[in-house]
Nanobody, 119 residues
Framework: QVQLVESGGGLVQPGGSLRLSCAAS????????MGWYRQAPGKQRELVAT???????NYADSVKGRFTISRDNAKNTVYLQMNSLKFEDTAVYYC?????????????WGQGTQVTVSS
């Protein structure tokens, strides 16, 4: 099991930047993949970015070139650097950890952190 705690959300103007952090309760070194998802009001939760245990990354087309996901295994933390923020980036951002053991997998979620892009 793993517990995830997000931080770093807030109110930012369009074009601004924020860095989200996701602190895990255990070592993330061997966690299969970690990622960030977001959910805007009235919309389904969507993938933002993921990073594998080997640090391979994947991004939603809407954030490519603006967001960067990274991990610090020593601090058991995953980050999401968000630059050039747009109104449509407003959402609750959730951290996700995917644990895989043989044929079994289980996803864990944080409680979410609000990001609001507004002028």
């Amino acid at each position: 099991q793993v517990q995830l705690v997000e931080s770093g959300g807030g109110l930012v103007q369009p074009g601004g930047s924020l860095r989200l952090s996701c602190a895990a309760s255990r070592s993330i070194f061997s966690i299969y993949a970690m990622g960030w998802y977001r959910q805007a009001p009235g919309k389904q939760r969507e993938l933002v970015a993921t990073i594998s245990s080997g640090s391979s990354t994947n991004y939603a087309d809407s954030v490519k070139g603006r967001f960067t996901i990274s991990r610090d295994n020593a601090k058991n933390t995953v980050y999401l650097q968000m630059n050039s923020l747009k109104f449509e980036d407003t959402a609750v951002y959730y951290c996700n950890a995917l644990l895989v053991a043989g044929p079994y997998e289980h996803a864990y979620w944080g409680q979410g952190t609000q990001v609001t892009v507004s002028s």
